[in-house]
């Protein structure tokens, strides 16, 4: 059982930390469904989703008013929890939230009022799709193109790593929409359906902790004007608000899986014998046993400042937002690693939790902005 100390920091509210007891609950009694190929993981992915949503966890992942807020501690708690307990349980919270973070953010009254309510019943899946073959970490160079067309756009382009591919029920697409512009300027985010005509599935992406992940094509995908979220050019500004909220998110997702890696570490040094005494007493692994505790702790204070700032002010949190995901995921992969030492062959024995956690936290380096763009975010707004 993880240490609950950290709820007694100032970041939270008395709500929160109810709520983290519900969380708990939460996860020790929901049953992850076995996945040994996309049918089947898409399946435990959609049992999920529905458990979430009956059990009523999902209403934080949607702002259901205009103006509203998102309660990023409430989301940052979530993943922190639902990643302990197991990667895919988060995948599927996670992208309740992020797939419509636009919406949430931006959408009409009446959008919001057609996509969100689904969604935090965890009836509809929703999923982001920003990522192209040519655009992941240079948003600008994003090459999806929407043109108008009598009352609405005709949508042209390939976009690729996208979570919920196959399984969403409407995806949140990024296109250029003015000729001639480039970079940051002339994007727009458009609700799109699945079953849209033109709107195709393309391909399936296996990777190495399984969840739904494909390339999706638009060709000739013509949508109403009522899809268009925002205003037109706001795509960029729409694209990275919502990486504001869900990047700190990221971070809470990487403490979870750290925090799952050092109870494993500490029940496995204190029952494992080598030379006629415990692990624990070896004074090698008390200093690993160390570094993994304050990792852990430097982790969750940079994520929980994060999201306590976000939900205190209006202001911008680009940095913080940055600073907790670069170091939250990039700790977590040596707690993790450390953990995997511990274990010895065990540790890399498939199927064993070390093992999964060692699958499970790389990509998290990577996807929603790579630890070098993180770099970068934060380098950026200091000189
Ligand atoms: N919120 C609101 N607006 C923002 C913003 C934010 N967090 N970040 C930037 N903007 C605005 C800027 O203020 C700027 O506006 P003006 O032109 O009016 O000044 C505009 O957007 C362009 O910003 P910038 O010049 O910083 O854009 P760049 O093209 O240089 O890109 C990075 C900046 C690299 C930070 C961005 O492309 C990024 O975050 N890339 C990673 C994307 C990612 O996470 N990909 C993974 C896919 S999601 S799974």
Same mark, same amino acid.
């Given at each position: 059982?993880?240490?609950?100390s950290?709820l007694?920091?100032?970041?939270?509210e008395?709500?929160?930390r109810?709520?983290? #007891?519900?969380?708990?609950?939460f996860?020790?009694?929901? #049953?992850?469904?076995?996945?040994?190929?996309? #049918?089947?993981?898409?399946?435990?992915?959609r049992?999920?989703?529905r458990?979430l949503?009956?059990?009523?966890?999902l209403?934080?992942c949607?702002?259901?008013?205009p103006?509203?807020?998102?309660?990023?501690?409430?989301?940052?708690?979530?993943?922190?929890a639902?990643?302990r307990?197991d990667g895919?349980?988060?995948?599927?919270?996670?992208?309740?939230?992020?797939?419509?973070?636009?919406?949430?953010?931006?959408?009409?009254a009446?959008?919001?009022?057609r996509?969100?309510p689904?969604?935090?019943?965890?009836?509809k899946?929703p999923?982001?799709a920003?990522?192209?073959p040519?655009?992941g970490?240079?948003?600008?160079?994003?090459?999806?193109?929407a043109r108008?067309?009598?009352?609405?756009w005709?949508?042209?382009?390939?976009?690729?790593?996208?979570?919920?591919a196959g399984?969403?029920?409407h995806?949140?697409?990024?296109?250029?929409?003015?000729?001639? #512009?480039?970079?940051?300027k002339?994007?727009?985010?458009?609700v799109?359906e699945?079953g849209?005509?033109g709107f195709?599935v393309t391909?399936?992406?296996?990777?190495?902790?399984p969840h739904p992940l494909?390339?999706?094509?638009f060709q000739?995908?013509?949508v109403?004007?009522?899809?268009?979220l925002?205003a037109?050019?706001?795509?960029f500004?729409?694209?990275?608000?919502t990486?504001?909220?869900?990047?700190t998110?990221?971070?809470?997702?990487?403490l979870?899986l750290?925090?799952?890696a050092?109870?494993e570490?500490?029940?496995?040094?204190r029952s494992?014998?080598?030379?006629g005494?415990?692990?624990?007493?070896?004074q090698?692994?008390?200093?690993?046993?160390?570094?993994?505790?304050?990792?852990?702790?430097?982790a969750a204070?940079?994520?929980?400042r994060a999201?306590?700032?976000?939900?205190?002010s209006d202001a911008?949190i680009t940095?913080?937002?940055?600073m907790a995901?670069?170091?939250?995921?990039?700790?977590?992969?040596?707690?993790?690693?450390?953990a995997?030492?511990?274990?010895?062959?065990?540790?890399?024995?498939?199927?064993?939790?070390?093992?999964?956690?060692?699958?499970?936290i790389?990509a998290?380096r990577?996807?929603e902005?790579t630890s070098?763009?993180q770099?970068?975010?934060?380098a950026?707004?200091?000189?």
């Open positions: 059982m993880s240490d609950k950290f007694d920091w100032p970041f939270f008395e709500h929160h109810r709520h983290a #007891a519900e969380l708990e609950a996860a020790s009694r929901i #049953a992850v469904p076995e996945h040994h190929d996309d #049918a089947s993981l898409d399946a435990a992915c049992t999920l989703v458990a949503g009956e059990a009523g966890l209403s934080q949607c702002v259901p008013e103006g509203g807020r998102f309660d990023v501690r409430g989301l940052a708690l979530s993943r922190d639902f990643a307990r895919l349980l988060d995948f599927a919270f996670a992208m309740q939230g992020l797939g419509s973070g636009p919406i949430s953010l931006f959408g009409s009446e959008q919001r009022k996509y969100l689904p969604v935090v019943r965890g009836e899946i999923a982001f920003l990522s192209e040519q655009a970490s240079d948003v600008g160079a994003i090459a999806t193109r108008r067309d009598g009352s609405g005709v949508i042209d382009g390939t976009k690729t790593w996208i979570s919920n399984i969403a029920d995806y949140v697409v990024f296109a250029r929409t003015e000729e001639g #512009a480039r970079g940051a002339g994007l727009s985010a458009f799109v699945a849209t005509p195709e391909a399936r992406i296996p990777v190495i902790a494909g390339t999706i094509s000739g995908c013509r109403p004007e009522s899809a268009l925002g037109p050019g706001e795509g500004k729409i694209a990275m608000a990486l504001d909220v869900f990047r998110t990221v971070g809470a997702a990487a979870g750290a925090r799952r050092l109870d570490a500490l029940a496995r040094v494992r014998e080598v030379f005494k415990p692990l624990a007493e070896y090698l692994t008390q200093a690993r046993i160390a570094d993994m505790a304050v990792a852990v702790d430097a204070l940079l994520v929980y999201a306590w700032r976000k939900d205190a911008r940095r913080e937002a940055a995901k670069l170091y939250a995921t990039e700790a977590a992969q040596q707690v993790i690693d450390s995997v030492q511990l274990f010895g062959g065990t540790g890399v024995v498939s199927g064993t939790p070390v093992e999964r956690l060692y699958r499970e790389r998290l990577i996807y902005g070098e763009i770099k970068l975010v934060i950026r707004t200091l000189v």
